[in-house]
C-alpha cells in the first residue's frame, strides 16, 4: 500500500528507529507526508491569483506535488474565502504595487496576515517578497503602496537598476543542496536590511536575494520560470500539516 507514495519510502527504516528517541525535523517532514499520503490527507497551495506569474506557480506546484508524491492541489486564489483551510500561501512576482492593492480590495491582505501569523507557510517571489517586507525603501513610502509587513525585511524595489532589468544567474543556495539554483531575476527587488530572526538564504553581488523567517520565505528571483523545482519542494515540505510547523523552526 505505501509503495504508491513515493515519500514513503523515504527512509523508511530510520524514521521508525527515530521516532522513539529523537526526530530531527527532516525527519519529522518525510513522517509527515508519509502519514498524509497514509492517510489520504491533500496539500492545498493557494496562489494569489490577482496578477502577475500565477498559472506558472500553480505547474511548479504540480511538479514538486509529483516529485515528492504529495497528494494535493495548487489554486488560483482571487477573493478570501478562496483561502480557507489552505496549508500554504504564494504571493508571485508581477508588479507589487497593484498586488498590494488588489489583495486589499479582494480581502486576501487581512487574511494572508492573520494566516501567516498563525503559522501557514507564505512564499513570496519577486513583488511577493516585496509585499512581505516590513519597510521598503524610498520608492515604495512615495507610493504608499501596501506591504503585508510580516518579514522583518527592508526591502529596494528594482534594485539590479535599469540596464540589468532582467538576467539570469546560478546561485548557490545551501538550503537546496549542493548544486546551484538556476534564478531568474526580472526587474527584481533586494533585500537591504534584515532584522529579528531573519536568516539570509541567498546572495548576488553582495545583494540579499533570498531570506527566510520562521514559517515565511521570500526570493527576489522566478523559481516558478525555471524546471528545476527544489525551492517548491522546499515550500511544500515546510506546509506539510502540522508537524512541519514544529520542524520549521
Ligand atoms: N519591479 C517589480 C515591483 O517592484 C517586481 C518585479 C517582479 O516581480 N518581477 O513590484
Known amino acids: 500500500m505505501l509503495l504508491s507514495c513515493p515519500a514513503s519510502d523515504l527512509h523508511i527504516?530510520?524514521?521508525?528507529?527515530?521516532?522513539?528517541?529523537?526526530?530531527?525535523?527532516?525527519?519529522?517532514i518525510i513522517n509527515t507526508l508519509k502519514r498524509n499520503c497514509r492517510e489520504g490527507i491533500k496539500t492545498k497551495i493557494g496562489v494569489i491569483?490577482?496578477?502577475g506569474a500565477v498559472s506558472e506557480h500553480l505547474d511548479a506546484v504540480k511538479r514538486a506535488m509529483?516529485?515528492?508524491?504529495?497528494?494535493?492541489?495548487?489554486?488560483?486564489?482571487g477573493n478570501s474565502e478562496q483561502l480557507v483551510g489552505v496549508d500554504g500561501v504564494i504571493i508571485p512576482g508581477g508588479e507589487s504595487t497593484t498586488i498590494g492593492k488588489l489583495m486589499q480590495r479582494t480581502g486576501t491582505f487581512e487574511r494572508v496576515k492573520e494566516l501567516a501569523k498563525s503559522g501557514v507557510p507564505i512564499l513570496g517571489t519577486?513583488?511577493?517578497?516585496?509585499?512581505?517586507?516590513?519597510?521598503?525603501?524610498?520608492?515604495?513610502?512615495?507610493?504608499?503602496?501596501?506591504?503585508?509587513?510580516?518579514?522583518d525585511i527592508a526591502v529596494i524595489r528594482n534594485a539590479f537598476g535599469r540596464q540589468r532589468e532582467s538576467f539570469e544567474a546560478d546561485l548557490e543556495i545551501p538550503l537546496l543542496g549542493e548544486k546551484p539554483f538556476r534564478c531568474v531575476f526580472i526587474r527584481a527587488p533586494a533585500v537591504?536590511?534584515?532584522?529579528?530572526?531573519?536568516?539570509?538564504?541567498?546572495?548576488?553581488?553582495?545583494?540579499?536575494?533570498?531570506?527566510?523567517?520562521?514559517?515565511?520565505?521570500?526570493?527576489?528571483?522566478?523559481?516558478e520560470l525555471t524546471?528545476?523545482?527544489?525551492?517548491?519542494?522546499?515550500f511544500l515540505k515546510m506546509c506539510q500539516k502540522v508537524d512541519s510547523r514544529l520542524s520549521n523552526k
Open 126 to 151: 519577486c513583488a511577493g517578497l516585496i509585499v512581505l517586507a516590513k519597510l521598503g525603501g524610498e520608492h515604495v513610502v512615495q507610493t504608499g503602496q501596501p506591504l503585508l509587513e510580516l518579514m
Open 66 to 77: 509529483e516529485k515528492l508524491g504529495i497528494r494535493g492541489e495548487a489554486i488560483w486564489v
Open 13 to 28: 527504516k530510520s524514521c521508525q528507529r527515530a521516532r522513539t528517541v529523537y526526530l530531527p525535523p527532516r525527519l519529522n
Open 192 to 223: 537591504s536590511e534584515v532584522w529579528g530572526d531573519v536568516e539570509i538564504l541567498a546572495k548576488f553581488h553582495e545583494k540579499i536575494v533570498g531570506a527566510r523567517q520562521r514559517n515565511m520565505l521570500a526570493v527576489a528571483f522566478h523559481p
Open 227 to 234: 524546471p528545476d523545482t527544489r525551492l517548491h519542494e522546499y
Open 49 to 51: 491569483g490577482l496578477q
